[in-house]
């Protein structure tokens, strides 16, 4: 008896010639390689640098303040009111614009005396009254305050300079940051063997920031000056940060 013959198929995974390269069916997915897995290869620097520069001031600000003291609290703050008029006045008439004068502090306070073994005792009220002014001729600032002393102010906070347009100045930092950004990527391609060749990120950090007021000028200053103060506004140091990534190839 003749048994029926039954036909076997075998497949069997082998491998192409595409192009005389060798090609497997299962691996092509991995050939797929994206932009980021490139960039994670490459040799980059990532570096920072700084660009100064210094130019004189053309502004300042300063607080002026009156400070009175009376046995009640109405007194205190007419007496107030009243010098702190003359100041503002004197500030006018010394050519500081009313935009640039500005109330930044106002305060009644009863004023107590202390005895051991006593309960604190009125002696009466301590009214104050500052304002904050901004000086845009830095020659009649000296003037300006001696002028506001004669007319009754008699506390001067700290004073600060700045500049009425920082742009210019903070444009010649950032061409010295990136002057310096270059200059250290080429120190670092000599000393690796390799050589800067494309900037893939820049990023910036600092610019103008204005001085912070100094410790107080005067402390209940009062006094006849023959000549005006003297105030040396000196310079400012306005700083760019900067950072990069530079994409980098073997020299």
Do not use: H
Request: cysteine-free.
């Amino acid at each position: 008896m003749t048994r029926p013959v039954r036909s076997v198929l075998t497949t069997l995974a082998l491998p192409v010639l595409v192009g005389g390269g060798l090609l497997m069916g299962a691996a092509a997915p991995a050939l797929a390689q994206t932009d980021s897995d490139a960039a994670f290869r490459a040799t980059t620097f990532s570096l920072s640098a700084y660009g100064e520069t210094r130019v004189a001031p053309d502004m300042a600000t300063i607080t002026l303040g009156v400070q009175t003291d009376a046995p009640t609290a109405a007194e205190a703050m007419k007496t107030n009111g009243a010098r702190m008029n003359q100041v503002l006045a004197t500030l006018k008439k010394a050519g500081i614009a009313e935009r640039d004068i500005q109330t930044s502090n106002l305060n009644l306070n009863a004023q107590y005396a202390y005895e051991q073994n006593q309960p604190p005792k009125l002696t009466g009220y301590q009214a104050s009254n500052q304002v904050t002014i901004t000086v845009r001729d830095l020659s009649k600032l000296g003037a300006a305050v001696d002028a506001t002393v004669g007319a009754g102010a008699n506390t001067v906070g700290g004073i600060s300079f700045g500049l009425a347009n920082p742009k210019a100045a903070e444009d010649a930092a950032r061409l010295d940051a990136v002057k310096a950004l270059q200059a250290k990527a080429e120190l670092y391609g000599r000393a690796t063997g390799y050589k800067a060749v494309r900037l893939v990120n820049l990023s910036e950090g600092g610019g103008y920031t204005p001085n912070p007021p100094a410790v107080p000028m005067f402390a209940m200053a009062k006094r006849e000056m023959a000549d005006s103060t003297a105030v040396a506004a000196g310079e400012l140091k306005i700083r760019v940060d900067v950072n990069a990534v530079y994409e980098a190839t073997k020299q």
